[in-house]
């Protein structure tokens, strides 16, 4: 117990100021078939054994020297800026900015935070980050509900975790939600105007979609708005620096995941889920709002804003249950779009652009392996292939290569500005070797 700061002469204080004679008793309420009477720990170690042990443990972990995998978590360069700023104790340690006069730091981080997705989404309005992109895409498409319209129209083109959400949320909340099937990778807008009625609360479309695939995200809008729906748009943070923003393409809800945007994939976070809204929908925004006023002496200064909220204090009329938000996670967005600017975002999307259009090109000239979408594309392409997934993406591991996801009975590649022409040109080299043996 050598970190538990409580004394024997402090614990016994407390007891004897509760009235108690052993901390069991505080569990009295816990009925007993949930008590454990003893946990089965193994022996104590010292800090050194302990450090030993995670050590050999860590090195079971695998780090490539190339990575051509993304599917949602993208390998992208970080300036070492963001680590430098983002691990000061001050933003490590700062938890909740209840108390405004004592949080005018962590509330102007989060100010900016906001203001950079709204200029990267073109919206008016952002809250202060939710989990990740998935709980995003579930709280925006819930955002959507309005009395007579209770469901919604989810692209199959989504990615697979965000439809998983959405579903999660809408289970027991009696709200429905229906998936617009596909035309060659891409969501099918004949079908989308054949589904969309009155009843229909939002349509939620991503772009790029989960095949990397560019969507006819304008087109979807003007349905959904023809019968007075709201149009959700998912998008990658950094192909936002070169397409039209969200609001631009007519969307009412902007959102994503900003792992991106100087997060580690870091076997899948921790990362942030990025949100904003026009003006309509400000008032239905979820989690934390930062706003910018002035004190008594008129110096600028942040407080928390639109807080008297069902989230709060009608929580039984509650549309939403984000009450906390990814602070550092947000904090590491700005300092990634604020070391790298509006130029360097764009140039890190065009790499990633360019690069993987190269390698589409290379890779469907190898025997077996096909474009399996036709469609334009980021970053992101599905390929046929000539065998098994498991069989060529073990061939690319032992030429120190991760390749791409197992989707579809083919494969899905992803590349960015990390992936040298040298890498590319490595990655055809092997996925050439492996089609030889395939045959």
Known sequence: MSYIPNTDKDRKEIMEVLKIKSPVELYVDVPQSLMVEQLNLPKAKSELE??????????????????????????????????????????????????????????????????????????????????????AAAEAMNMTRERRRNKVLVSAAAHPMAIEAIETYFFGNGMEMELIPLKDGITDMDALKEMLNKEIAGVYIQHPNYYGLLEDAELAGKLAHEVGAKYVMSINPISGAILKTPREYGADIAIGDGQPLGMPISFGGPYVGFMACTNAMLRKLPGRIAGETVDAEGNRAFVLTLQAREQHIRREKASSNICSNHALMAMVASVYMSAMGPGGMAEAAQQSYSKAHYAAEQIAQIPGFKLRHQGHFFNEFLTDIPCSAEKILAHLDKKDILGGLPVDDGILWAVTEMNSKEEIDALVEALKEVAQQCN
């Open 50 to 135: 302990v450090k030993r042990s995670l050590s050999k443990m860590a090195a079971k972990n695998k780090v490539y020297s190339s990575i051509f995998r993304g599917a949602g978590a993208y390998n992208h360069y970080i300036p070492s800026i963001v680590k430098s700023v983002t691990s000061k104790e001050t933003f490590v340690t700062a938890y909740t900015p209840y108390q405004a006069e004592i949080s005018q730091g962590v509330l102007q981080s989060i100010f900016e935070y906001q203001t950079m997705i709204c200029e990267l989404t073109g919206m008016d309005a952002s809250n202060a980050s939710v989990y990740d992109g998935p709980s």
